[in-house]
């Protein structure tokens, strides 16, 4: 299983914007689907992006699509997720995850059990 490190998170206003980054070690992220979740201390863990391995397709929650962008470089063993227009209720700590075998559902990218390995995650507050 390869191992997830997030970064990126921090404070910004509403209305800006973040960039996060989830760089992986210990294997190649190439032919892994890749997931975005987060999960504030009163909600579960919740589906945000996801992309495929050849990040031809990519997936997102209702909730976010249009503001947040996910991509890949599988040269660099990194997925990033681009959020815009950041609103009080994304503030949530934000969690990257890899899923080994193949998948080109949504049903399936949102399953929080769906995935091989996650990273620890990084906090993300957005202030109003």
């Known amino acids: 299983q390869v191992q997830l490190v997030e970064s990126g998170g921090g404070l910004v206003q509403a209305g800006g914007s973040l960039r996060l980054s989830c760089a992986a070690s210990g294997g190649t992220l190439s032919s892994y689907g890749l997931g975005w979740f987060r999960q504030t201390p009163v909600k579960e863990r919740e589906f945000v992006a996801a992309i495929g391995w050849s990040a031809r397709s990519t997936y997102y929650a209702d909730s976010v699509k249009g503001r947040f962008t996910v991509s890949r470089d599988n040269a660099k063993n990194t997925v990033w997720l681009q959020m815009n227009s950041l609103q009080p209720e994304d503030t949530a700590d934000y969690f990257c995850?890899?899923?080994?075998?193949?998948?080109?559902?949504?049903?399936?990218?949102?399953?929080?059990?769906?995935?091989?390995?996650w990273g620890q995650g990084t906090q993300v507050t957005v202030s109003s």
């Open positions: 995850a890899a899923r080994a075998a193949p998948v080109y559902s949504i049903d399936i990218f949102r399953r929080v059990d769906a995935y091989d390995s």
